[in-house]
Every structure is written in C-alpha cells, then in structure tokens.
C-alpha cells in the first residue's frame, strides 16, 4: 500500500536551542509520528543539517489546502500536542522557517515501511536546495532543471527525489507562520552511493563549462541554499526505501 498522495508539501527548518536536537528527534519521532498520520498528514521525512548541528528539518504533506487547515487544527488542538508542547518548544528558537510547496516532481514514497519507535531504518544522505525565483518563470526553471540539470546530477551519484514550487494559496492555518511572497523552487536528492556527498556543496557549485546546475543557478532570483541532510531514524525518505521507478510528473506545471 503506497503512502497518500501529496498535493501540498511544508519544508520546516528548525534552529534549535544548543545541544537539544537529539532530545527533539527522540521526542517527535515517539510522539508526533503516527499521532500527525491519523490524521491523514504526510510525514515524507526527518532530518538533521549536517552543516548545523542545532538545525532540524522535516516534511508534512496533505492533499490538499483545506485537507491541510482541517488536520492542523486536529492536531494542534488535540491532546499529543497539548501534552508534549511545552517539552518541545523548549528545544526551539525558531519554528517559522517554512515554506509551502506544491510538488513538481511527487515523491515516490515506499508503502508503510517506518521503522518501530527505537528502531532505525538503513543508512543514506540526503541533498536539498532551496532556489529563489522569479514566480513568472518558476515553471520553465523547473522544466529546465528536469531536461537539463537532473541527468546530470545522476551521473554524479545525487538522484533526485522530488521537487516542488511555491504553492501561490495563502497559508490557511495562521497560528503556524510560513514564508509567503517569496517564490521558489526547492529540489530534494539522494546520494548514491553515499560517500557522493563527500564533494558536496563545492563540486556541485563550481564553476565548469560543463556544470549545468552552475549555468541553471545564474538564472535564479538569488543565491540558493545548501542543505546536506541525515534522516533521522524513523525517516521514511533514506538511501534504501525509495523507489527507483518512474520519470518526473510534468501535471503540476503552472
């Protein structure tokens, strides 16, 4: 059985309080997993920044907006929230580094495959770039990545996974705040094998003639952001749970 389908996607970067991600991590992953799925959320992934070590990232999905605003209510309103708020706010400086994506490329999630609270699924590293855009064209720089930079990555051990653009509906849930007016194109990676992160971010970055990514980034609103990440445990999206099939869905296009 496949994980429900994704129609809206939040990236959530968390800048964590000193020494406290491991107590976050234990916590979300023994009480904010399956507690945000009953009630029909998405949980693609969890991870920490390899570049910071007070930096949590993670993924929620919901089909749709209104799908969206009906679970977050539930669920902030509902008593695994309640009872474990307070412990993790604690770890937090800052939880509103989020952006809401509408997939461009769906993510191809494994069937239910989580492991056990205390178990660890198998190892991977992940890659992630955040790209400003210019909202007019973020459509034909998210064709051009998949016809022009995507095959390339892949010869370079990063396969992507999934991608998305700035979903345009304003943020129906306002007690959560999020990064409106500010377009992007946010792509996610694996790197396989791992040690092709090694390299990361300089190989993919430097300045060729034959680097697409490098000639694609000049075309961006601003500078991207880098993110090498490592699933938590319980993350569904790692190196080994995700399948191989199947090329980028163009119906999400502007």
């Known amino acids: 059985m496949s994980a429900p389908a994704i129609g809206v996607l939040e990236l959530r970067q968390y800048t964590l309080r000193a020494g406290q991600r491991e107590r976050l991590v234990e916590l979300f992953e023994r009480e904010f997993v399956e507690s945000q799925e009953a009630l029909g959320m998405v949980l693609p992934g969890q991870f920490r920044d390899l570049d910071d070590p007070d930096r949590f990232v993670w993924l929620r ?119 409106e007016n500010e377009p992007v194109f946010v792509w996610f990676g694996l790197f396989d094998p791992p040690a092709a992160i090694a390299p990361w971010p300089a190989m993919l970055l430097a300045e060729a003639e034959e680097n697409p990514l490098q000639a694609w980034t000049h075309r961006l609103a601003g500078p991207p952001q880098l993110l090498r990440l490592a699933p938590t445990p319980r993350s569904l999206l790692r190196g080994h749970t995700v399948a191989r099939r199947g090329e980028p869905s163009m119906e999400a296009s502007a």
């Not at 509103?96 to 699924?121: E, K």
């Not at 979903?167 to 007690?175: C, I, K, M, V």
């Open 61 to 179: 999905g919901f089909a749709d907006m209104a799908t969206r605003a009906r679970a977050l209510t539930a669920f902030y309103d509902g008593p695994v929230w309640r009872g474990h708020r307070d412990a993790a706010n604690a770890t937090m400086i800052d939880s509103d580094d989020v952006l809401l994506l509408r997939p461009w490329q769906p993510f191809d999630l494994p069937g239910p495959q989580r492991p056990a609270p205390g178990r660890a699924g198998p190892p991977g590293w992940l890659a992630a770039m955040v790209c400003p855009v210019d909202a007019l064209v973020g459509a034909a720089l998210a064709r051009a990545f998949d016809d022009e930079v995507r095959p390339w990555l892949a010869t370079r051990g990063l396969r992507v996974l999934g991608s998305g653009l700035s979903e345009t509906a304003p943020n129906n849930f306002p007690r959560l705040p999020v990064r």
